[in-house]
């Protein structure tokens, strides 16, 4: 499997959470629904990268690290509290054994400075976008991501 010099392939992300406040349905322990995920920013098949996506949780959850092995990289829960997600990105064998480590932080309620009250129907959406870059990629990593 040869590595192709001078080449590099870009990989655009988008991490983040939506979370929905549960209105008449919250609970003291459950007053949120929300999903954290890994997309790809231009709607490629990211399994063609990575292998798994592990979150990890706040130790208040059950089974606190929770792993993903295929598309959508995407987890759902529900709670009553922000925190920070570990997310570790891991790719296919052929593509590289470098894992990524990133972090995002939970958010539940919209900014104190909104003026609007908090809705069901609006949920708040944080996202980061990154690209993750390869330098001097395998043959067949390079074959099975070009021409998309
Ligand atoms: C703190 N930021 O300072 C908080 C921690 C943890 C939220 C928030 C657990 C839900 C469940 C949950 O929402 N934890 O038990 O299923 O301590």
Redesign the pocket.
């Known amino acids: 499997n040869k590595k192709l010099k001078d080449v590099e392939i870009s990989v655009p992300i988008v991490y983040g959470t939506i979370a929905f406040w549960l209105g008449k349905k919250a609970t003291e ?2 007053s949120h629904k929300w999903t954290v995920y890994v997309r790809s920013a231009t709607n490629e098949d990211l399994g063609a990268v990575i292998k798994r996506v592990v979150f990890q949780l ?1 130790a ?3 089974n606190p690290t929770r792993i993903v092995d295929s598309p959508p990289f995407e987890l759902s ?7 920070e997600i570990a997310i570790s990105i891991f790719f296919h064998a052929d593509v590289s054994d470098k894992q990524l480590d990133l972090l995002h932080h939970l958010r539940l309620y919209p900014e104190d400075d909104s003026s609007a009250p908090q809705s069901t129907k609006k949920p708040v959406v944080i996202e980061s976008y990154d690209e993750i870059v390869f330098c001097e990629p395998s043959e067949v990593f390079f074959s099975r991501v070009q021409n998309h």
């Open positions: 322990y459950h706040h208040s959850f059950n829960e529900s709670g009553w509290g922000e925190f």
